[in-house]
Each structure stands twice: as C-alpha cells, then as structure tokens.
C-alpha cells in the first residue's frame, strides 16, 4: 500500500517550489505585516498595489522633508493621491512607518516621536494592504477592513471612493507645496457640495455661482445623506443632482482621478498611459478669475486662458512667485486728514469680501465723498448706469473683471485732490464707459476692435481730428479737451498692440493719465 503511492518526481517538485516563493514574494509586496516597517532611508521599502497601478511609501521634496503617501506608480511625475503627513513632513534620516503589534500603523520621526498614527490600537490588526483601487487598508486575520485612507481623503478622490458629509478635499498650498491651503470641496450643511476659500481673514463660497439659489444652480438640498461617487467610467452623481462625465466615459482602462488644485478648481483628470501625461477630462469652472482668493488680497485678476494676477496702482507683489499671499500697498495705509489723497481709476472690475456698505441712486461726487469720510474706506465702486454706490472696508481683497462697474481705490498721494480731478475722472468713466459697453455687455469683438484701431492711426497720420467727436460720448455737448482725448485713445491703442513687450505697464498708464491731466 505505502509502497505503492506515486511520488512528485524533483524536477516537478523544484518547479513548484519555485513557483511557491515567486508568488509570496509577489503578494508581499503589496502587504505590510504586523511588527513590520518601512524605512523612510531604504528606496525599495515600498508597498505596490498587485496590478501596479499605485505605490505606497515615503515620498520625498526637497532635501530633507518625507511624507508617506500613495501616488500613480506610472505617471510621470508620481502624482500623490494621498499623503498621511501632509502638514508634518518627516526628516529624511531614522523616520519610518510600523504597523505596531498593539494594531496602530505609527509614522515616527528621527527622534521618535509620532507624528501620524492610526484610531486602530487594541483591535485585531493582522496586516496593512494596498489594493487596486489606490485604497490602503488594515486588515483583520480575516480580511475585513478595520482602518482604510479612502475614510481620510487630502486633496484627491479616486474612483468608487465614497466622498460622504465626514471628508472634504483640501487643495494644497501652492504648486511647490503640499501643505494645506485655502480651497476646498465639501459638502456644506444645506446638503449642496460647494467649493470654499477659506482664508486667514474671509471666507467665501465660489461654486457653484453665489448670485443663484441652490435650484437655480440644478442642485437639490432636500437629500440630506450627503454622499457623493465617481466609477471607473468617468461618471460622477451626487445626492445633491450634480452629475458630470468624462468625454472619454466608457473607457475602463483609462486612469482618473478628481483632485482639488491648488489655484481653486476642481477637476477630473484622466492618464494617458503612453506619456504618462494627465488630461483634463472636467473642471467645475471655466473662467479661474471667478475663484475667490486667487490672486490674494489688494490684487488684480485678469481672465485670459492662463489667468494673470497683477497689482493695482501703489501696490506690489507681497512674496514674488506667490500671488496666494497678494498685493501689499507700497505708501503707509494709515489715512489720515493730513494727507492727501487721490483716486486711481480700474475700469470695468468687480470686488468681493470686506463690502462695508451699500447706496443706491447716489452721484459720483457724493460716492467718492462718502468713502472720504469713512477712515475705514479703502475702496469704492460706482455703477455709471445706475448710480449705485458700494464702500469697500479695510483692503480690497480680489479684484475681478466686470463689465458693469469703474471700480477706484484711494491712497495716500503727492497729488492734490481737487474739483478739476474730480471732473476728470468723471468724465475719463463717461468716455471708457461709453462706447466699451452698454447695460454691462461688450458690443465689439476683437475683429471690431483691431479695425478701429486700424482705422485711428491711420487718421491720427494723416493730421485728422473729425474722428474725436465721433467717438466721445456725446452727454459731454462738446465740454471736453481735444488733446486729452487724443491722448487717452492713443494710450488705449498702445495697450492692445499684438506685441505685448510693446504695451505700457499699468503704472506707466496712469503716469501719463496724470500728466495728461495737469496740462489742462
């Protein structure tokens, strides 16, 4: 009988042999026992996900700050898609991550400190373990998920996680940067998901568009269990109605996630696998100006396809390279009645935050009086065709462009203010305002734009001047200087040119405004 039984001949089995330790090895790499660790020191301490899609590990920037995260294995540029020390990276020497015996996954510095851990001690925590899905989980001896990072989202969601009223997205810093910043998604208390800039000094929602209401906007607020998915698809639904969709939905292959940037939008991305690129596939705002914070405080935002932050007149950049922290004022923003002040014209641009009061049918004169007398007043915008008056307080956070209001901030000023100035800019609102727009709608494209401009040059060449009165706003009954005129709409012209190293700065702009005045 025993001798009998068939034996597995060697060469089998070595092959199965072989074949036993090629696949622990595989499946271990995907696994982190318990009492195991990685090392922030050792490159190859890395859990990936069994298809390869995604790496778990120390992520480094810079020379020494570490932070243990998940990103795309295959992307170019090893996008992260969550990080569990996102605002304490770790030193670049003795750091690691442990999954303790006690069932916590533990993050310690170099001196041992903890800088991350898991709610997961005194449970039965047998492994941690990245799937497919980008999704890392603490496992029981059998298999269910007692801790996972879909629950604690930093600025990404992947496909099937379940974004709920408990997790919010929150952009990072800057492009430099993966610490916290202002922006972010969530679902607000109304049950509606929004995006918010939440800044050291205001905090605004900017999506979807504040001037509707939530039904306005094709939300519903009635579904109160705040819940929120993307598949694999490209689809996204949530219980508050939106819903979107990738251009290339119904591909499975295709790689995506939805990430909260940095400059305040979000977006749905989609890999190209051949170069490793990302793709936009959804973005919930098309126009980056209509981002609350931006640019920061006391600053311009112009709308072109890649947005362009500037300071306003007495203004420069706080921190070059940065425009999160703004604009700071280059004269002593203390007014006083000792000093004197003037007001610098920005033509067709809107504000938000800090608004201290509003007045409606009001004059200019009397708009410009009440901001005078108000020392908390930095700022105020005027509405030509209605003659309504809104007092901006303390600083003008972000200035936006609009077509429907001349916007003027005040500043302390060598100039003299006087009634001739005044009339000036009242005039210089009537003439811009005129023929640029109507009820606040440009009438010209840029095809009209460039022949008027044609046309101009070539009559200021051959010694015309009819063309002035056709062109000035006719309310003025001809009280207005020719010269001044001529001036202004050469000046405009120089600042459409098509080479852009030909255009005036904008304080150039208002130097020569300001002296174009004075010979009057």
Known sequence: MGSSQTSIPPKKNCFLTVLFLFLSTSSAQNVLRRGSSLSVEDDS?????????????????????????????????????WMANRDRPANGRGSRVSL??????????????????????????GRAELLDTGNLVLKDPGGKILWQSFDFPTDTLLPNQLFTKRTKLV????????????????????NVLRLIYDGPDISSIYWPNPDF?????????????????????????????????????????IKRRLTMDHDGNLRLYSLNNETGLWVISWQALSQLCNVHGICGINS????????????????????????NKGCKPMFNSTLSQSQQVKFVLLPHVD???????????????????????????????????????????????????????????????MYNFN???????????KFGGRRISSEGREEHDESDLTRFVRVVKRKIQCGETSWIEEIVDPRLNGQFSRSQATTIVELGMSCVEEDRNKRPTMDSVVQAL????DES
């Open 45 to 81: 301490d890395i859990l990936t996900s069994p298809d390869k899609t995604f790496s778990c590990g120390f992520y480094g920037m810079g020379q020494n700050a570490y932070w243990f995260s998940i990103w795309f294995t295959n992307s170019k540029d090893r996008t992260v898609v």
């Open 213 to 253: 209401d939530v039904f306005g906007n094709g939300r519903t607020n009635y579904n109160s269990s705040r819940t929120a998915v993307f598949d694999e698809m490209g689809h996204f639904i949530s219980s508050d109605q939106l819903q979107f969709r990738a251009p290339d939905t119904g591909l499975l292959r």
């Open 100 to 125: 303790r015996r006690d069932g916590a996954m533990v993050l310690t510095d170099v001196d041992g400190s903890i800088i991350w851990e898991t709610n997961t001690t005194s449970t039965d925590v």
């Open 514 to 517: 300001l002296e174009c005045l």
């Open 300 to 323: 311009i935002c112009v709308n072109t396809p890649d947005p362009k932050c500037s300071c306003p007149p007495g203004y420069e950049i706080t921190e070059p390279g940065n425009w």
């Open 351 to 413: 504000f938000w935050g800090f608004d201290l009061n509003f007045s409606a049918s009001t004059t200019f004169d009397s708009c410009m009086k009440l901001c005078l007398g108000d020392y908390r007043c930095k700022a105020f915008s005027y509405r030509l065709d209605g003659g309504r008056t809104l007092l901006h307080k303390r600083r003008a956070f972000q200035w936006l462009p609009s077509a429907e209001s001349e916007t003027t901030i005040g500043s302390p000023s």
């Open 171 to 190: 952009a990072r810093s800057h492009s430099g940067s993966y610490a916290s910043g202002y922006f972010s998604f969530f679902f607000d208390n109304d």
């Open 419 to 429: 009634t001739k100035k005044t009339r000036w800019k009242a005039w210089f609102a």
